[in-house]
């Protein structure tokens, strides 16, 4: 401190601007700096969102062409229906073929359950549902969906 006691007022003040405009020049590149690499962060994310939802779409795409081949045969259709319906749990009665419906029977203990199986088969695929009928047998519930 007694080199700063020592300078004229007039060095005093130039001294005191100096060190205020290199604080403030560190201080702004270091916050310029952050926000550049958030920017840059911001965009990197945008543009894998951006191929998230192409990838997504495309498999999409390729699921409902896949289910529409398998709409068209009855039999491919119920083996990749059980196939996904053992995945879930549920209880699968039958599925069968009936004046070319295919008919779909399921048992669950509760309903919901059943109705998310609904759901889950119309995203997946697709399929022109003619009829959907619940029943209560006991503390079971059965569902019965009869497809076109």
């Known amino acids: 401190m007694n080199f700063f006691s020592k300078l004229q007022s007039r060095e005093k003040l130039f001294l005191s601007i100096m060190i205020f405009l ?3 020049v560190a201080i702004y590149s270091f916050f310029s700096k952050h926000l550049y690499q958030s920017s840059i ?11 998230y939802k192409y990838v997504l779409n495309r498999y ?5 062409s896949i289910n529409s081949k398998l709409n068209s045969d009855k039999s491919k259709l ?3 229906l059980e196939t996904f319906l053992l995945s879930k749990s549920i209880q699968i009665f039958s599925i069968k073929e009936d004046n070319n419906d295919l008919v ?10 059943l109705t998310n199986i ?7 695929y ?3 549902i003619k009829k959907i009928n619940f029943y209560r047998n ?6 019965e969906i009869v497809v076109d």
Request: aromatic share 2%.
């Open 41 to 51: 962060s911001k965009t990197k994310l945008e543009d894998t969102y951006s191929d």
């Open 118 to 124: 609904i759901n889950e088969l119309n995203s997946k």
């Open 22 to 24: 290199v604080i403030t």
């Open 78 to 80: 119920s083996a990749s």
């Open 60 to 64: 999409r795409q390729i699921e409902k």
């Open 104 to 113: 779909i029977d399921l048992e669950s203990k509760n309903l919901s359950s």
């Open 126 to 128: 697709d399929l022109p």
């Open 138 to 143: 006991n503390d079971l519930i059965k569902l």
